[in-house]
């Protein structure tokens, strides 16, 4: 794996008024950041650890789907320990991540959305994605692992035309990933000094300001090996998102959700 330099992104923090406060890695190409930096993280690396790749050959998005990962956008993986933030916090951690793209994202032009637990949408089209994987030891958690894409520039290969954008096609001009990953890693470490003193609620609230406006229509939830259909109504207090379905509101805690189709559309009772 061939590193490259990190001092411009360190540079373009510190013009921002920030040291990093944990080394930054960058390679040319790896398989998946996300599986070098939890490697680091098992081989004892601190909190805001940070590793970047100009390109990945394993690219990985959630529920196992790959993530097309070509230069010029960006791919970076935060290691967060729970000595980072306070403890409570942790389990929004997906959510938070989502709040601080969405944060950097105003900086490039765009005011994305977030569709629960954390795609950031233009639209109906996704401009970054987050993949937060954790690791727990004993009884307790040890690290989470927050991987996040961002399309810069991506031209989208056929089967994402109409499913994806970037920040280029919404505002024709495209920052270079590393000024990307200097406004990703200063809105994080603004998001998380600002709301995780306010603890969950605080999260939770900042989420729902820029949440996409789907309450009501009719959603598809997988989460594990487990599937339901119902009405989106929203998320509770501590993130999850709730459920109405015919055997009354369930609480999903993680997952992925699917619109089906506008609530509107729904067929009144009694008829297919
Ligand atoms: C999603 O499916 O929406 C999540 C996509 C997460 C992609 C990022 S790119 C950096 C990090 N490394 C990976 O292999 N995946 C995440």
């Given at each position: 794996?061939?590193?490259r330099?990190?001092?411009p992104i360190?540079?373009?923090l510190r ?12 390679f040319?190409?790896?398989g998946?950041?996300n ?8 081989a004892?690396a601190r909190?805001w650890h940070v590793?970047?790749a100009?390109?990945?050959n ?7 789907r ?8 960006l ?10 933030v306070p403890?409570?916090?942790l ?6 991540a989502g709040?601080a793209?969405?944060?950097?994202a105003r900086?490039?032009?765009v ?26 030891a004993?009884?307790g ?6 991987g ?9 290969p056929?089967h994402l035309?109409?499913?994806?954008t970037?920040v280029?096609e919404?505002?024709?001009?495209t920052?270079?990933p590393?000024q ?5 890693l ?7 000094r600002?709301?995780?003193p ?8 900042a989420w ?9 229509r009719?959603?598809?939830?997988s ?7 119902g009405r989106?109504l929203g998320?509770d207090e501590e993130?999850?998102l709730l ?10 805690l993680s997952g ?5 189709r506008l609530?509107?559309e ?6 297919s």
């Amino acid at each position: 794996m061939r590193k490259r330099a990190t001092e411009p992104i360190r540079s373009l923090l510190r013009a921002r008024g920030i040291s990093w406060p944990a080394p930054i890695e960058r390679f040319r190409n790896v398989g998946s950041t996300n599986d070098v930096l939890r490697e680091r993280a098992r081989a004892g690396a601190r909190g805001w650890h940070v590793v970047i790749a100009e390109q990945q050959n394993a690219g990985r998005g959630r529920q196992g789907r790959p993530w097309v990962s070509r230069v010029g956008d960006l791919f970076l993986s935060l290691l967060v320990r729970p000595v980072d933030v306070p403890v409570e916090t942790l389990g929004v951690l997906p959510l938070l991540a989502g709040v601080a793209v969405s944060q950097a994202a105003r900086e490039w032009g765009v005011e994305p959305r977030l569709k629960w637990p954390n795609d950031v949408l233009v639209g109906e089209r996704k401009l970054a994605g987050i993949l937060a994987e954790a690791s727990s030891a004993g009884l307790g958690l040890e690290h989470v692992v927050l991987g996040i894409g961002v399309n810069l520039a991506l031209d989208p290969p056929e089967h994402l035309r109409g499913v994806a954008t970037s920040v280029r096609e919404e505002t024709g001009r495209t920052p270079t990933p590393d000024q990307a990953a200097a406004a990703l890693l200063g809105a994080f470490l603004a998001v998380a000094r600002t709301l995780a003193p306010g603890g969950v609620a605080a999260v939770v609230s900042a989420w729902r300001e820029r949440a996409a406006d789907w309450w009501g229509r009719e959603v598809e939830v997988s989460s594990g090996d487990t599937r339901l259909a119902g009405r989106a109504l929203g998320v509770d207090e501590e993130g999850a998102l709730l459920v109405q379905t015919g055997g009354g509101t369930i609480r999903v805690l993680s997952g992925e959700a699917r619109v089906l189709r506008l609530a509107e559309e729904r067929a009144p009772e009694g008829r297919s």
